[in-house]
Each structure stands twice: as structure tokens, then as C-alpha cells.
């Protein structure tokens, strides 16, 4: 069984992460994308600052988002899945953004090689994303992956900010 979508028709499931060294939180401009969310009150909504000087945007939810990725063939990304969480939700964002702060803070490792960025996790020592420069001459590192609907057997969230399963664990 392959990772389903959720809506086809009106949705798609590919999506290129941005891979931002500046971003304090993961965040993703779409609640479709989300395997598990939950909408904040207004009362618990954070403002998040921006590059762009005086501008602050809106964390209104936040959830979990799974994710297929093929670190040997980043351009492919039939692959693992790996479960992200938390991640933020920002109506009217216009890209979906990994922090690497974040993952350096839960845990994970990085290397950079002339092919790309690879994230690891430091206690298992497995890659679990590679990011790769595909606007040259932009010197912006991006993850190509399907993101996938939640399924009844899909492992809760750890600590650490994701979890990484092979597929035959997922689909038992």
C-alpha cells in the first residue's frame, strides 16, 4: 500500500521545504497538509517576526505533518517517511520551511556535500533528509517530498522533533 493523499482532485501532495537556517520553528502554509493539527485559541496565537523589517506573522495551529523522502535520490521521493512535529501553521505563508535550528536542537546532525545538505539523527546516525541546491544560482538547499495523509498505523510523535520508520514498519 502506497502513501495516500488526501484530496487529488483539488491537492497536491508534493512539496519543496525549504531548509532555513534563520527560521526558529518548522512551518507550513497549508492545513491540508497536516496528518494531525490542532487550531490554537486566540488567546494562545504567537506572532512570528520576519525578514522583512516591522512585518509578523500569525501561528494559528500547529500539528504534525508525514512526510516521504528518498535520501539516496533526493529528486525522487518515493522513499522513508519521517513524522514531523511540531510543526506551525501560518495562513498565507508562501513556502513550507524546515529549521535547522530545531533539528540541531532535538538531536540531529548535519553534513554539507557538493551534492547537498544531509540531516541525521545523532543517536541512530541515520540520514533522514537530504536537501539539495535545485535554483542555481540561489545557494538555497531544498527537501523534495510527498506529503502523506495519516494512517490508522502510523506511530506517535517522539520527543525529538521527528520519527523515522521504514516503510515495512508502517505498513504491517
Known amino acids: 500500500m502506497k502513501c495516500e493523499c488526501r484530496n487529488q482532485n483539488e491537492w497536491t501532495p508534493q512539496a519543496d521545504w525549504l531548509l532555513d537556517s534563520g527560521a526558529s520553528l518548522h512551518f507550513i502554509p497549508y492545513l491540508e497538509d497536516f496528518a494531525s493539527f490542532e487550531e490554537l485559541n486566540e488567546s494562545q496565537h504567537e506572532l512570528v517576526h520576519t525578514a522583512k523589517k516591522d512585518m509578523s506573522l500569525k501561528i494559528t495551529g500547529k500539528g504534525s505533518v508525514i512526510l516521504e523522502h528518498n535520501v539516496d535520490n ?78 490508522a498505523s502510523t506511530p506517535s510523535a517522539t520527543a525529538l522533533s521527528l520519527q523515522i520508520d521504514d516503510y515495512q514498519n508502517w505498513h504491517r
Not at 533526493?74 to 498565507?92: A, E, T
Not at 533539528?103 to 533522514?128: P, S, W
Request: with cysteine; net charge positive.
Open 74 to 151: 533526493p529528486m525522487q521521493p518515493n522513499g522513508k517517511f519521517i513524522r514531523i512535529s511540531p510543526v506551525d501553521y501560518i495562513k498565507g505563508l508562501s513556502i513550507w520551511l524546515l529549521s535547522l535550528g530545531t533539528f540541531l536542537h532535538d538531536g540531529c546532525y548535519v553534513k554539507g556535500l557538493d551534492q547537498g545538505i544531509l540531516l541525521a539523527e545523532i543517536h541512530k546516525g541515520a540520514i533522514f533528509l537530504h536537501c539539495v541546491n535545485t535554483k542555481l544560482p540561489d545557494k538555497l538547499y531544498y527537501a523534495h517530498t510527498i506529503i502523506c495523509s495519516q494512517e
